[in-house]
């Protein structure tokens, strides 16, 4: 519910650094989600593509978004793994990350720790 | 037409796109924000906590009882978010201390402008009474509060006995952010499959070590724990303060 306060965010950092770099218009966002940031892909991009349109330099913007492969650490092994989604899930798999159905890819534990992948950043803009 | 060279294919463009690396966070806005709201309530001489649970869980149950326990010997100031009404405030200000409600109108979560405008109301309320402890009691929600940081010093998440132990693996992000957990109501887990065992291997698995405090604000019972866990707070807190 919250991905609309952050597309409304995004939009606000774009438009000022539009002004800093004297836009007019901006072609491409690119944006990471990390795997455990507790943001909805669907709807943060579902949330940015209506609220561009109030605002002429966004307004045929394209969001690219990257979501990294969720990574673990093993509490039995020890090892950091990452477990790529399946595509087939990746809807719901990104708005869970669920623990329990994953398993370690070398020692078979399910005491598997999320590590990192809280991360929400703004990495690159396109501008003319 | 361009308004460069005036030519009329409409088409041309004369500047060229060009690629800016930005590399910061969505969040930066309410980052500064918050870390501005910490400075604000060291410079008070406060501690602030901010208490994060799904609805009903009892956040303003928990915090009526520590009021009662705590409010002769130190000064606590409330601010209470929620959709709408001023409920909680009301029966945080039944208990004689000041408290402000912010209402979202909608909005899922507390963010730290919001915040920073709440604790200028809370001073304003104390009228030159000193603050110790602030509690924020976030909007009633396990998913979206846990992504912004609103200037506290503690982040304590609650879980009710009723709500079933699978919450921690079910919002891991939540449960990850927490300072301490608190299994509230544990008065009814006589009545409930919930079992503390599983709740804390699943919040251990998130954060390894993490203080979990199970406690009932009705019957009094774990409730030590979490009054020497404030008082612990409140004598770590800046000595320039004082």
Redesign the interface.
């Known amino acids: ?2 991905e609309l ?2 597309a409304h ?2 939009i ?2 774009i438009l000022a ?1 539009a002004a800093e ?1 004297q ?1 007019r218009k901006v ?1 491409r966002v690119v ?1 990471t989600l990390g795997p ?4 909805v892909r669907d709807s943060f991009e579902f949330g940015f593509n209506i609220l561009k349109r109030e605002q002429e330099p966004v307004q045929d913007a394209l969001l690219e978004l990257l979501a990294p492969d969720p990574q673990y650490i093993c ?1 039995d092994c020890d090892k950091t793994v990452s477990i790529p989604l399946t595509r087939q899930n990746d809807r719901l798999e990104l708005a ?5 159905t994953k398993k370690c890819p070398w020692c078979g534990s399910n ?4 590590n990192g992948g ?11 | 037409m361009c308004d460069i060279c005036g030519c009329q294919l409409h088409e041309h463009h004369h500047h060229d796109p060009k690629v800016v690396e930005v590399n910061r966070s969505l969040l930066e806005a309410n980052q500064k924000q918050a870390e501005a709201n910490r400075h604000y309530i060291e410079h008070m001489g406060a501690v602030a906590i901010n208490l994060i649970s799904s609805p009903g869980s009892g956040k303003t149950t928990l915090l009526e009882r520590t009021i009662d326990e705590l409010k002769e010997s130190c000064g606590i100031g409330v601010i209470e978010g929620d959709i709408e009404t001023e409920r909680d405030a009301d029966r945080i200000r039944a208990k004689g201390v000041p408290a402000v409600q912010l209402t979202t109108g909608g909005a899922c979560h507390l963010d730290a402008p919001m915040v920073h405008g709440g604790l200028h109301v809370l001073e304003h309320l104390a009228k030159g009474r000193r603050l110790d402890l602030i509690f924020i009691e976030n909007v009633g929600n396990l998913v979206c509060p846990a992504t912004f940081d609103l200037g506290e010093h503690q982040r304590v998440v609650l879980l009710s006995s009723p709500e079933g132990s699978d919450k921690p693996a079910k919002y891991p992000a939540t449960f990850k952010s927490a300072d301490l957990v608190l299994i509230t109501k544990s008065d009814l887990l006589p009545h409930f499959d919930f079992s503390v065992e599983e709740a804390t291997s699943q919040v251990h698995l998130l954060k390894p070590e993490l203080e979990i405090i199970t406690l009932s604000a009705t019957t009094g019972d774990g409730f030590l724990r979490w009054l020497t866990y404030l008082r612990r707070l409140l004598a770590q807190r800046l000595p320039h303060a004082h």
């Open positions: 519910m919250h306060s952050l965010n995004l606000e950092q650094l770099h836009a072609n944006v455990f940031s507790g943001v509490f869970s990350c669920s623990l329990e005491r598997l720790s999320p809280t991360e929400l950043i703004l990495n690159q803009l396109e501008m003319e």
